[in-house]
């Protein structure tokens, strides 16, 4: 059984809120995007009418939710990317701090190497 979408204000929100993620970087304003300005006209056009069952309205925000899933595992695929492949080569004590490990310390002073 699907998840139930929510408001679709909350999720226009939502994508708005993850193209300033993505356009961060670029230093320019979301709100100079052509994406932005293509999704804000899309849900003007299909506001809530008198009609009983809005079909255009209840497929696109389906639609903005599935683009909201994709911006959000893009954004999070990035940041596990850089974490864990951002380096070169890494120490033993490194690779096993990633995952919460660490390595048995070897018992030090003199006489050990015997």
Known sequence: MAAPLG????TLRAVFRE????NGASGLPYRDTAAYR????????NRVTGEKLCRAQHELHFQAATYLCLLR????HLALHQEYHSKGERSPEDVAGLVGLKLPQQPGGKGWEQ
């Open 7 to 10: 408001s679709p204000v909350r």
């Open 38 to 45: 293509y999704i804000r006209e899309q849900f003007h056009r």
């Open 19 to 22: 193209l300033r993620h993505v």
């Open 73 to 76: 595992s893009v954004r999070e």
